[in-house]
């Protein structure tokens, strides 16, 4: 499978897709369950379902633009309110964090499934996330027999970049997204007003033409993350004294650039 071009794994997808009969899709926006989406409408039409979760962790942003697209698309959509922050266990913001959201998330999908008679449920875990130890939502998915199609077939994120190239998905070059709560420190207690003006600092980023940015909570400090491609523009006075207006805008006394730049995980505090 691994010597097999991305065309030949779409085909396999395609199948495997078609032999669930029907299908509820979690859908985020992002690159993977979009792309898992758009095959999953392709091959089963009025059998696929892309639900995407309404939560204080996603930007109202993200969650407009996911739907429109899926409207633009042609899917079936349907918007599940999720209650984590309801749940103790998500709200302590430890390593099983992630796990106590995927839980949430999958079993309303399991209840919306079964009121539906949908067959399969299935997100968007990549062959890259399977070699990946600290993904704990797939042990949620594993617990709640949530399929991983992608995973299955063996497509990589590159390559799933490449075939979404091919069907015109606006994904295909989207900067990668995590939710909200990833910018609060591991271990810090999650706190709404907290996303809030993590929110507010990170669409001021992305208005200002950031392309792949974190805005990292601690305190009254903001710590923003940019990627290698965005630190010229930074050294333009302007555009730096509009990112600080906009962070302090959004509730923060200080602002930070951390010189390390963007990387996938990065929770911990800066040194005291």
């Known amino acids: 499978m691994t010597n097999s071009t991305p065309i030949e794994k779409e085909e396999r ?66 918007i599940l309110p999720t209650a984590e922050f ?19 998330l999958f079993t309303r999908m399991r209840a919306y499934a079964r009121q539906r008679g949908i067959a399969v449920l299935a ?12 993904r704990v939502g797939a042990v949620a998915a594993r617990e709640l027999g949530v399929a991983a199609p992608l995973e299955e077939v063996g497509l990589s994120k590159e390559e799933i970049r490449q075939l979404s190239a091919r069907r015109g998905l606006p994904t295909a070059g989207k900067a990668s997204f995590a939710c909200l709560s990833t910018r609060i420190p591991t ?18 980023l992305k208005r200002l033409g950031i392309h792949q940015y974190r805005a990292r909570h601690h305190g009254d400090l903001c710590r923003i993350e940019v990627g290698a491609d965005d630190f010229p523009r930074l050294l333009d006075a302007a555009l730096r ?27 911990g505090a800066p040194p005291g």
């Open 13 to 78: 997808l395609q199948a495997l897709l078609g032999g669930y009969g029907s299908v509820a899709v979690a859908y985020s926006g992002g690159v993977d369950s979009t792309y898992l989406a758009d095959v999953a409408h392709e091959v089963l039409g009025e059998r696929a379902r892309a639900l995407i979760a309404d939560s204080p962790s996603v930007p109202r942003s993200e969650l407009a633009g996911a739907a429109a697209l899926a409207r633009a698309r042609g899917w079936r959509l349907d």
């Open 86 to 104: 309801e749940n103790e266990d998500y709200l302590r913001n430890d390593a099983q964090r992630c796990y106590h959201c995927r839980i949430e």
């Open 123 to 134: 997100y968007g875990s990549n062959a890259d996330d399977a070699r990946d130890p600290s």
């Open 187 to 204: 271990g810090q207690r999650l706190d709404v007003a907290d996303l809030s003006r993590v929110e507010a600092a990170e669409e001021a």
């Open 241 to 267: 004294e509009e990112v600080v207006a906009a962070v302090h805008a959004a509730g923060y006394r200080h602002v930070t650039l951390d010189l390390a730049g963007y990387g996938a995980g990065s929770r």
